[in-house]
């Protein structure tokens, strides 16, 4: 946020009558302030603030029925239609691990939460909506039209908080999220060693927080035997190739909150302007090639033999999205996910950071 003067609720509902075609990320920014302020602005119209307790709103969720899940981070939209269920509880981590809807969640950064109603011409569209102590978004919930409406507004009901000001506080920006780490002192032959000991691709970040090593620090350090960057247009490729070889892939987009991820085929893969659309029935990504820096090929030793994954960054250095072939535990990595990460076009590396 910068330091002019933010309009009041009063002035954002009226900025929101006025631009009534212009998404909230979007509005916000042009209005100097956050989504979840935009959001709070409409507390007692069409808005009710809710408590973001995560594993009462998880267990809660299941009974709901058919919804459309949405994480996103500045440069991917990531959507699932399906059902909250096999849900795991926890207040470090929390997961949801159903068929469609697939999540890792850290509760610890959902800071603010709202039910939302919006009149979109004769109907009414319901969405619960979480976002960080920022005020950006980590994760909404978007009723359909099989969705049970009674099971919603009694979980609203439980998560209502006693606080409807049509305000909320947010905190500066954390620039310090994944920046690139100042002065890392670890070696490459360090590095190599406890990549090269890897047994399970979660152990990774456990080794850069013990190596004090950003992740795009790792993958341009480690050596082209385990990491090569390929050309930026890789992605799109990547998507064409898996939807025609109807090859089934992992497709993980994240924020400092939540992951959410898709297992299985893509299909209808349409590029509009900078977006790679995927527009499937049950999944739908909307991607900005216009953001990304770097892509990357990371080869990772597990028990089951090494494992690839497509990592794209901005320039920032933050991943936006990652991709793996679809594989489960204790299998080995696809073959034709395999052959086909390792022969899309690689360009010179650069030095390492």
């Not at 926890?90 to 109603?117: C, Q, S, T, Y």
């Not at 960054?313 to 990652?322: E, K, L, N, T, V």
């Amino acid at each position: 946020m910068d330091q002019r003067v933010k309009p009041s609720p009063h002035e954002i509902r009226r900025a929101r009558e006025d631009n009534p075609k212009t998404r909230e990320r979007d509005l916000a920014a042009q209005l100097g302030i956050s989504e979840a302020e935009l959001v709070a602005a409409h507390c007692g119209d069409g808005v009710v603030r809710v408590e973001p307790r995560v594993n009462d709103l998880l267990t809660g969720l299941e009974a709901v029925g058919e919804v459309m899940a949405l994480t996103r981070n500045e440069s991917a939209v990531h959507e699932k239609i399906g059902i909250y269920d096999k849900v795991v509880t926890g207040n470090h981590n929390a997961m949801v691990l159903g068929e469609n809807i697939d999540l890792r969640i850290f509760p610890k950064i959902w800071a603010h939460g709202f039910a939302v109603e919006k009149r979109d011409g004769g109907d009414i569209r319901r969405s619960l909506q979480f976002f960080d102590a920022t005020g950006e978004a980590v994760h909404k919930v978007h009723l359909r039209p099989a969705s049970n409406l009674y099971a919603y507004q009694k979980l609203v009901a439980g998560l209502e908080s006693s606080n409807q000001e049509p305000t909320v506080a947010v905190s500066a920006s954390g620039a310090e999220e994944e920046n690139e780490v100042q002065g890392a002192v670890a070696s490459v032959d360090d590095l190599r060693d406890r990549w090269s000991r890897l047994t399970d691709v979660h152990q990774f970040f456990g080794m850069l927080k013990t190596l004090k090593l950003s992740r795009r620090q790792a993958v341009r350090m480690v050596g082209h035997d385990y990491a090569w960057l390929v050309d930026n247009d890789a992605v799109g490729a990547m998507f064409h190739h898996a939807a025609a070889g109807e090859m089934p892939i992992m497709c993980f987009v994240g924020n400092r909150g939540c992951i959410q991820i898709h297992s299985g085929p893509v299909r209808s893969i349409k590029p509009m302007g900078p977006w790679i659309n995927v527009l499937d029935e049950t999944f739908h990504l909307h991607l900005r090639t216009d953001h990304i820096h770097e892509v990357w090929a990371v080869r990772k030793p597990t028990k089951d033999g090494h494992v690839t994954s497509l990592e794209v960054y901005g320039a920032d250095g933050r991943m936006i999205i990652q991709f793996f072939g679809k594989r489960h535990e204790g299998e080995g990595e696809r073959d034709d996910w395999r052959f086909l990460a390792e022969n899309l076009p690689r360009i010179p590396s650069p030095t390492a950071a």
